[in-house]
């Protein structure tokens, strides 16, 4: 039987289990990554062919020569279906899908997965709850949301991923500073009503518009808190039968059939608001989670998203029906923090529920796995504590957002 071939594009290191699952699978696989990452561990026994980009600044390509080289690439081989493996590279992958007519995620559903002001005005047009929200292109539109929702204010860039460039605001004069200092790029943001209260992922797969697989997890730290003020970032799983999992897999569930999602996996954020505890959506992307949370999901639930998701794309390839197994009910815990040692000292956090030590350098990670949540809470406070008193190491946060 001839062999499918299948494009991964990456402009960060990950992705390792899925292209591991699609070799085993009998794909060929090849890989397109930034030339600054030759050197990574990535699964060589998997790629059959591997392609460099040189980066133009952290992320970003030339388009132009992207498509040039894939036009070459198609010359000689039969390209089945291409995979973003990071949030940076889903509009590259759904780029290169409209150019050569290739299945798959085209540029107007990205936007909706890529794109924080586009996905905000699809949820409130699919009557999602999104916290109030502008565009910034116009003056007068900003003046006219400012003077009618308080402060404070968030100021994102669209198509950051997490909590990258986004700067929290308590004034109308410290807001037009900062839309001033963005100068040609002001129109790569938008504006948002800072809502106080907890903030969730929910991370699932997709099999033709079925969702086949919900989990749902609580930030004890969420990202814009660690990015703007250092510390440790934690995050648990929630029980599949409380009330918190059962309104955030119905919200989730709508966001995604709203947004046109056909396959794959996702990545979504809410947050509860401290005032009415409604559920508001933050953002989604079509991917998988980043910050290690397949590892928490894999210990709860026992299930590999990434080796899920090349099952699903494997699937789509041969026209199969695709099948996950039932999801195990562990609650598990996630603590990930810099340090100032390039490797961690992991004696002091040995613990029945540790399931892995992270291997990163010049941080601290662990994940743990409990039938209890109780425990699980009690070893990410007591980590915590530890890391706190002697391993932390905080940056300063950048003074100006990075694109």
């Not at 071939?5 to 890989?31: H, Q, R, W």
């Not at 980590?383 to 100006?400: D, G, R």
Request: hydrophobic content about 40%; overall charge negative.
């Amino acid at each position: 039987m001839e062999k499918k071939t299948i494009v991964c594009i990456s402009c960060y290191y990950k992705g390792y289990d899925f292209m591991d699952e699609m070799k085993s699978l009998g794909n060929n696989v090849i890989l397109v990554t930034s030339e600054n990452l030759k050197e990574k561990n990535w699964p060589w026994h998997a790629i059959d062919e591997v392609f460099y980009m040189p980066e133009l600044k952290p992320s970003v390509w030339n388009l132009d020569h992207l498509i040039q080289g894939f036009s070459y690439l198609m010359q000689t081989r039969k390209i089945d279906a291409v995979v973003a493996l990071d949030d940076y590279d889903v509009e590259k992958a759904a780029l290169i899908r409209e150019t050569f007519r290739i299945p798959g995620m085209g540029q107007t559903t990205h936007r909706y997965f890529r794109d924080k002001l586009a996905m905000r005005q699809k949820a409130k047009d699919s009557g999602i709850n999104v916290p109030e929200f502008t565009a910034v292109f116009n003056n007068d539109e900003v003046n006219a949301f400012v003077d009618k929702i308080p402060a404070p204010w968030v100021l994102k860039p669209r198509s950051e991923a997490s909590a990258s460039g986004i700067r929290k605001l308590t004034s109308k004069e410290e807001l037009w500073e900062a839309l001033n200092s963005l100068g040609e790029e002001r129109h790569l943001f938008l504006l948002e009503s800072f809502k106080p209260g907890d903030v969730y992922h929910v991370d699932s797969l997709t099999f033709n518009k079925e969702i086949v697989f919900t989990s749902a997890s609580k930030y004890l730290a969420p990202p814009m808190q660690v990015s703007h003020e250092g510390g440790v970032f934690r995050t648990k799983t929630l029980g599949r039968y409380s009330d918190e999992f059962q309104a955030l897999e119905i919200a989730n569930a709508k966001v995604l059939s709203s947004f046109g999602l056909l396959n794959g996996a996702t990545h979504t954020e809410f947050i509860r608001s401290k005032e009415n505890g409604k559920y508001y959506f933050l953002e989604t992307s079509s991917r998988v989670g980043g910050a290690h949370i397949p590892d928490l999901v894999e210990a709860s639930s026992s299930i590999n998203i990434w080796r899920e998701w090349a099952k699903i794309e494997d699937a789509l390839l041969w026209g199969k029906d695709y099948q996950i197994s039932k999801p195990t009910g562990y609650y598990s815990g996630l603590i990930i923090a810099l340090i100032k040692d390039e490797k961690a000292d992991y004696s002091k956090f040995e613990s029945e529920e540790t399931v892995k030590f992270l291997p990163i350098d010049y941080h601290v990670g662990i994940v743990y796995k409990s039938s209890d949540p109780l425990i699980i809470e009690e070893r990410l406070d007591k980590a915590a504590e530890k890391i706190n008193a002697e391993m932390l190491n905080i940056l300063p946060p950048k003074s100006k957002p990075t694109s």
